[in-house]
């Protein structure tokens, strides 16, 4: 999951070259992406799980905490992501 998401974050900023890995940051000071390219990385992630079945919640009040966000790497998403499809399925 971590690969596809690094995909669709490099097809969002346009820029296939960029340098994002598991342990990148999402948002803030050394984050990849600005806030609205973290909602259409969220938007499509949506997409995805639609496609495979299940429905992806990205607003929740523990994707929206400092300390706990989903938000804080790469990782971190995949991991939320396979969590809830996993749930769901």
Known sequence: ????IIEVIRDVSGD????VS???????ERGVLDSMGLVQV?????????DQG???DWTS???MS????IFRSVRSLAD??????????
Request: proline share 0%; with cysteine; aromatic share 6%.
């Open 22 to 28: 598991e342990d990148s940051s999402l948002v803030g």
């Open 80 to 89: 939320e992501f396979t969590r809830q499809r996993d749930v769901q399925c």
């Open 54 to 56: 299940f429905s992806f």
């Open 61 to 63: 009040e523990a994707a």
């Open 1 to 4: 999951m971590t690969e596809q």
């Open 42 to 50: 969220c938007l499509r992630l949506e997409e995805l799980a639609d």
């Open 16 to 19: 296939e070259a960029m340098d």
């Open 66 to 69: 400092r300390s706990r966000s």
